[in-house]
């Protein structure tokens, strides 16, 4: 029973990482929306912004649990950097 217990955990940290490395790209693709709304253009900024303040509240949930959730925290870390960033071009 142990060993396809060690099976599950192994493969939930491995589903982790993958949607870590997801949810990476995911907001990466805020690059391109930025690079648009830095010149005269302007766009969309309630979805960026609220990405980046939910992303926030992941962020710190995932390196301040007992024990850390190191793949949570890594997801949306980026999504912190890129989603304020995103918003705060759509408003320049």
Known sequence: MEKKEEKMN???SILGW????MS???????I???GRT??????????????GI???IWTCY????????????FANMPGVF?????AISALI
Do not use: E, S
Not at 38 to 47: H, N, R
Not at 82 to 86: D, E, K, N, Q
């Open 10 to 12: 192994k493969f939930i």
């Open 18 to 21: 993958i949607g870590t490395a």
């Open 24 to 30: 990476v790209a995911m907001y990466v693709a805020y």
């Open 32 to 34: 391109d929306q930025i």
């Open 38 to 51: 830095l010149g005269d253009a302007t766009g969309p900024w309630i979805q960026p912004l609220v990405a």
């Open 54 to 56: 939910n992303c926030t």
């Open 62 to 73: 995932g390196l301040f649990k007992t024990p850390r959730d190191l793949p949570i925290a």
């Open 82 to 86: 890129f989603g304020f960033t995103a």
